[in-house]
């Protein structure tokens, strides 16, 4: 089967969530499906029952005009570069879409927010385009367990991005460990707090029917809080799990539910404004 083209490769997000986030603007250099087809995936949640989810043959943006795209762009906020699938997916070994994107971005000096589960992105081609000045890199962990992972995400397995965490932040890169989704039955702290980066981001499971449906592991009884069509944790169980993590000496976390978002603002978010907690730097516009 032949992969189409992903016409839909720029979006900025509103709603909610756009109203939160200080970075809604978001670039999927593949879409239609992600290879990865974690069991938990929001994104899946909305396609596949539209028939718009496809993880074996997803599509593939065309890389001039995602340059054509990038030249008319007047922001210089960074870009997220993976909302509905994985810019770093497995096929991005073979079409580079991505690594076409970040070269593009670099010559008109826009940032750009990479969240991945793959170790890929700490590869030495990528390393050698990746502008420190420009990059925000967040590296998914959901569980501790290699194997358990597989289970239920065909990405990288946790060794491999825990690996890819550390050689981006001693190489001086914005690196962050992204808990996402923060799972705890998944999760050993023990190694979570070993890690050697400084910036840690949460962002809780949440659940909706179709989730539910395909991630059958997790008892779902904890989850009460009803908000946007999906199912959280209660605030009270979620701060419990936040402290459990010590050794990062910058801690933000990522929410939907309105009044936890306050909460975490106000009283654990490193920085008040801005919940990814990106190292922005001044650089010529």
């Given at each position: 089967m032949e992969n189409k083209e992903y016409k839909s490769f720029y979006k900025i997000v509103g709603g909610g969530e756009g109203s939160r986030c200080n970075y809604p603007a978001r670039?999927?250099?593949?879409?239609?499906?992600?290879?990865?087809?974690?069991?938990?995936?929001?994104?899946?949640?909305?396609?596949?029952?539209?028939?718009?989810?496809?993880?074996?043959?997803?599509?593939?943006?065309?890389?001039?005009?995602?340059?054509?795209?990038?030249?008319?762009?007047?922001?210089?906020?960074?870009?997220?570069?993976?909302?509905?699938?994985?810019?770093?997916?497995?096929?991005?070994?073979?079409?580079?879409?991505?690594?076409?994107?970040?070269?593009?971005?670099?010559?008109?000096?826009?940032?750009y927010l990479i969240v991945t589960k793959s170790n890929l992105v700490a590869d030495d081609d990528y390393i050698g385009i990746m502008d420190k000045k420009l990059a925000h890199i967040q590296v998914s962990i959901t569980s501790t367990d290699?194997?358990?992972?597989?289970?239920?995400?065909?990405?990288?397995?946790?060794?491999?991005?825990?690996?890819?965490?550390?050689?981006?932040?001693?190489?001086?890169f914005d690196v962050q460990v992204r808990l996402s989704p923060y799972i705890p039955q998944y999760i050993d702290?023990?190694?979570i707090n070993a890690i050697k980066c400084d910036k840690i981001l949460v962002e809780f499971l949440r659940a909706n029917s179709w989730i539910k449906k395909w991630f059958t592991d997790v008892d779902y009884s904890e989850y009460t809080v009803k908000d946007g069509g999906y199912q959280h944790l209660p605030l009270e169980r979620k701060i419990e799990l936040m402290k459990k993590i010590t050794n990062f000496s910058q801690?933000?976390?990522?929410?939907?539910?309105?009044?936890?978002?306050?909460?975490?603002?106000?009283?654990?978010?490193?920085?008040?404004?801005?919940?990814?907690?990106?190292?922005?730097q001044d650089k010529e516009k």
């Amino acid at each position: 089967m032949e992969n189409k083209e992903y016409k839909s490769f720029y979006k900025i997000v509103g709603g909610g969530e756009g109203s939160r986030c200080n970075y809604p603007a978001r670039l999927d250099a593949y879409g239609c499906g992600c290879q990865h087809n974690c069991k938990y995936c929001y994104a899946k949640s909305l396609l596949d029952f539209r028939k718009l989810w496809d993880n074996k043959h997803p599509s593939i943006a065309n890389i001039d005009k995602i340059k054509r795209k990038i030249e008319n762009l007047s922001s210089y906020n960074p870009l997220r570069l993976g909302g509905m699938s994985d810019c770093f997916m497995p096929m991005e070994k073979i079409y580079k879409v991505t690594y076409e994107t970040i070269k593009a971005l670099n010559e008109k000096g826009i940032g750009y927010l990479i969240v991945t589960k793959s170790n890929l992105v700490a590869d030495d081609d990528y390393i050698g385009i990746m502008d420190k000045k420009l990059a925000h890199i967040q590296v998914s962990i959901t569980s501790t367990d290699d194997d358990i992972s597989l289970s239920y995400e065909k990405a990288s397995v946790p060794s491999e991005r825990i690996t890819a965490i550390e050689k981006l932040a001693k190489l001086g890169f914005d690196v962050q460990v992204r808990l996402s989704p923060y799972i705890p039955q998944y999760i050993d702290m023990n190694i979570i707090n070993a890690i050697k980066c400084d910036k840690i981001l949460v962002e809780f499971l949440r659940a909706n029917s179709w989730i539910k449906k395909w991630f059958t592991d997790v008892d779902y009884s904890e989850y009460t809080v009803k908000d946007g069509g999906y199912q959280h944790l209660p605030l009270e169980r979620k701060i419990e799990l936040m402290k459990k993590i010590t050794n990062f000496s910058q801690i933000t976390v990522c929410e939907d539910v309105p009044s936890h978002y306050d909460y975490w603002k106000e009283n654990v978010n490193y920085n008040k404004e801005d919940c990814c907690n990106l190292r922005i730097q001044d650089k010529e516009k």
